[in-house]
């Protein structure tokens, strides 16, 4: 398993932008896909954007899709959420996972590492 640990969340108003960070340690980090996801109060859990161990093939959800940018530093062992054009929709705890292989799914329980999260409260 390798280990993730987020940071870069915050209270932001309409419009701003964020962006996320996720740590890795303990294994090979470009040998993960990385995904993120975000869970707002009393709702599942639900995929937002995901990046290829090379970095070259990124997915993401239709509601964030031209808002967000996911990239990562192999270097670095560090994946990146860049989020822009925030809305209130968009407040949530924000975690970032990571699976071994090449395929991005957005299905929750395919994802085999989590972060602790990192909440994200955008102001209207």
């Known amino acids: 398993q390798v280990q993730l640990v987020e940071s870069g969340g915050g209270l932001v108003q309409t419009g701003g932008s964020l962006r996320l960070s996720c740590a890795a340690s303990?294994?090979?980090?470009?040998?993960?896909?990385m995904g993120w996801f975000r869970q707002a109060p009393g709702k599942e859990r639900e995929f937002v954007a995901a990046?290829?161990?090379?970095?070259?093939?990124?997915y993401y959800a239709d509601s964030v899709k031209g808002r967000f940018t996911a990239s990562r530093d192999n270097a670095k062992n560090t994946a990146y959420l860049q989020m822009n054009s925030l809305t209130p929709e968009d407040t949530a705890v924000y975690f970032c996972?990571?699976?071994?292989?090449?395929?991005?799914?957005?299905?929750?329980?395919?994802?085999?590492?989590w972060g602790q999260g990192t909440q994200v409260t955008v102001s209207s």
């Open positions: 990046i290829s161990w090379s970095g070259g093939s990124t």
């Open positions: 996972a990571a699976r071994s292989g090449s395929a991005i799914t957005t299905a929750v329980l395919l994802w085999g590492s």
């Open positions: 303990g294994r090979t980090f470009s040998a993960y896909t």
